[in-house]
């Protein structure tokens, strides 16, 4: 069964310094990982993904995420968080096998960035 | 691209009232997707569809849930003798039916059940 964990509730950072949102995942194949980021009363927008091949992946915004096979974890950073970067950030995982196409979510993280 | 649209955005309803949500996908877009999403949880998947074919459904979705595509474009999720249980925020995306390919969401539909 695929299953995601992202053990912070919630991420503190000020304005400028570097910001990660650690994700750990489990699945039966090779995965495919994928954030996502929800704002107050919205739907979810698509950040980035890791599908195969590099294992940094660059997204909208100036996110970017690291795939590392051997710990399961896909972590999403950002060189310099800015305030508007505050939201609810959720890591999704699906197996690469034809027959599985549901995204499994993570519980989610808040991020907070302070002025 | 105007993105994937659902209507209502809110429907409050008594229990044991039927409800009937909309989904309109992306346009070109032949996957489409049903989720669930409670306070402070993560998307839960419901079903999806490709074209007009529902190809998997969740344990989650009981006999009370059905969902229809009926010509491959939009979809409805209706819910039937609706339960307090039954209140959460109701998630559609959509998708090409490409290896990989990432599941573009509405802004759903947050459903109350008094």
């Known amino acids: 069964a695929q299953s995601v964990a992202q053990p912070e509730d919630q991420v503190n950072v000020a304005e400028g310094n570097p910001l990660t949102v650690k994700c750990t995942y489990s699945v039966s194949g090779n995965p495919y990982l994928f954030w996502y980021v929800q704002y107050p009363n919205r739907g979810l927008q698509f950040l980035l993904k890791?599908?195969?091949?590099?294992?940094l992946v660059k997204g909208s915004y100036g996110f970017e995420a690291e795939f590392n096979k051997s710990q399961t974890s896909f972590h999403l950073k950002k060189p310099s968080a800015l305030v508007s970067d505050s939201a609810l950030y959720f890591c999704a995982v699906r197996d690469d096998g034809a027959g599985f196409q549901k995204l499994v979510f993570g519980t989610g993280t808040r991020l907070l960035v302070s002025p | 691209d105007t993105g994937v649209s659902q209507d209502p955005r809110h429907k409050i309803t008594k229990r044991g009232q039927n409800v009937t949500f909309r989904c309109d996908p992306i346009s070109e877009h032949n996957r489409l997707y049903w989720y669930r999403q409670t306070l402070g949880q993560g998307p839960e998947f419901l079903t999806y569809f490709q074209n007009e074919a529902q190809l998997e459904k969740s344990r989650l979705l009981s006999d009370r849930f059905s969902a229809e595509r009926p010509k491959g474009s939009f979809s409805t999720l209706e819910i039937q003798r609706t339960e307090q249980g039954d209140s959460a925020m109701y998630l559609c995306?959509?998708?090409?039916?490409?290896?990989?390919?990432?599941?573009?969401f509405g802004p759903g539909t947050r459903l109350t059940v008094t």
């Open positions: 890791y599908i195969t091949g590099d294992n």
């Open positions: 995306a959509s998708s090409l039916a490409l290896e990989g390919y990432e599941q573009y």
